[in-house]
Nanobody, 122 residues
């Protein structure tokens, strides 16, 4: 079992930056693939970025590629999402998620945080 707690959301002007953090409980954080998702009002939750267990492989959704960077620090049980050049359309609740090694497909996640609100004003 993994508990995830996101932080770092807030209100920012378009063009600004935020860094989200997701702290995980437990001693096996390095065993989990991690991802960030977001859900805007009236829309379905969508994939934002993912990172593998040791941080060597990352993946991004097209709308954020080149602006967002996912990273992790296994010593701190934390995954990050650095968001630069923010746009009003990035406004959403952002969730982090963890995937057990045996879970398939890789798009499937087992544990979710409670979310943190990001609002980008124009």
């Amino acid at each position: 079992q993994v508990q995830l707690v996101e932080s770092g959301g807030g209100l920012v002007q378009a063009g600004g930056s935020l860094r989200l953090s997701c702290a995980a409980s437990g001693r096996t954080f390095s065993a989990y693939g991690m991802g960030w998702f977001r859900q805007a009002p009236g829309k379905e939750r969508e994939f934002v970025a993912s990172i593998n267990r040791i941080g060597g492989i990352t993946s991004y959704a097209a709308p954020v590629r080149g602006r967002f960077t996912i990273s992790r620090d296994n010593a701190k049980n934390t995954v990050y999402l650095q968001m630069n050049s923010l746009k009003p359309e990035d406004t959403a609740v952002y969730y982090c998620a963890a995937r057990r090694p045996e879970t398939t497909p890789v798009s499937q996640y087992d544990y979710w945080g409670q979310g943190t609100q990001v609002t980008v004003s124009s």
